[in-house]
């Protein structure tokens, strides 16, 4: 899939009743005319919670070999507050990962009350279908697969802990992928606590996915000079088919780099 299916689609004239669409934006905020699932809640110490972005510069390194890795900086227009949006690649395996760290600059308590890791935009299909695995005693890791409807999908586990009921884990395919062929995205959650992945398709036919640790109920106190690093979110795409998108996870060391320090408290 070359790059620029990614690229949103040019915006047509949209009533002013519509609001911004929850599917395009590269982490969708609570602020303005947003009436989609937001990927950062925030309430800052004077009661405010909109967060006003400001692009602050990037960065490009190479934290390991093989690896690359961009950093997007960008603090409120108004407020204390710092994020560094990560994204690494690896020549090893076709998975992006993502993650973001959240700083207090200043001398007023922060509350973080929603903290994603990452949103992902799919590019314009005429249909999706989700899959995901849920299960019981003795009906362990059971396949769910159907259509992706209108509005938000919420996949979720409050049980703090990892455990064979539910998995923070997920596929989007085009709706007509098989076995061996078709387009399809899957994506994982780095953490093994309580969790919340969010589908949203607009009315307009986009889709997207955001998901992160912890729930609505949690609220995250980040006081003066500290600073939250979210869980990775991390995707792969294939145009093979689900069997080679089961297959090229466990290929890759992918699992296995992921050291998430954090204080987001399971909820």
């Known amino acids: 899939m070359a790059a620029g299916q990614l690229v949103p689609l040019p915006a047509g004239e949209v009533s ?17 005319a947003r009436y989609g699932a937001p990927s950062r809640r925030v309430r800052f110490a004077d ?22 890795e961009l950093a997007l900086e960008f603090r409120d227009r108004h407020y204390t507050l710092a994020v560094t949006l990560h ?12 993650w973001s760290v959240l700083r207090n600059t200043g001398q007023q308590p922060i509350a973080l009350l929603r903290a994603d ?32 409807s209108h509005g938000e999908t919420v996949l979720t586990s409050r049980r703090g802990i990892t455990s064979h009921h539910a998995n923070p884990w997920l596929t ?19 953490w093994s ?3 919340r992945l969010v589908v949203q398709r ?12 912890g729930h609505d109920a949690a609220e995250l106190p980040l006081g003066p ?15 093979r088919g689900f069997g080679a998108a089961s297959r090229a996870w466990p290929r890759t060391s992918w699992p296995m780099r992921f050291r998430t320090r954090t204080r987001y408290a399971p909820c």
Request: aromatic share 8%.
């Open 87 to 98: 994204y690494r690649v690896h020549d090893d395996t076709d998975v992006i990962e993502r």
């Open 47 to 68: 009661g405010t919670r909109a967060f006003e972005w400001a692009h602050l510069g990037h960065r490009i390194s190479e934290p390991a070999s093989g690896t690359t």
């Open 202 to 213: 607009t009315p307009d036919g986009r889709t997207s996915c955001t998901g992160g640790a």
């Open 117 to 148: 890791s990452a949103s992902w935009t799919l590019p314009p299909r005429d249909d999706y279908r989700i899959g995901h695995v849920t299960g019981q005693w003795s009906a362990e890791g059971l396949l769910h697969r159907e259509p992706v």
């Open 172 to 190: 989007l395919d085009a709706g007509d992928a098989t076995e061996d062929r078709g387009e399809v995205w899957s994506a994982a959650l780095a």
């Open 16 to 32: 002013s009743f519509e609001g911004r669409s929850p599917a395009g934006e590269e982490l969708p905020v609570e602020d303005g």
């Open 225 to 239: 000079g500290e600073e939250h690093a979210t869980p990775r979110f991390a995707v792969l795409y294939t145009d």
């Open 193 to 195: 606590g309580s969790w």
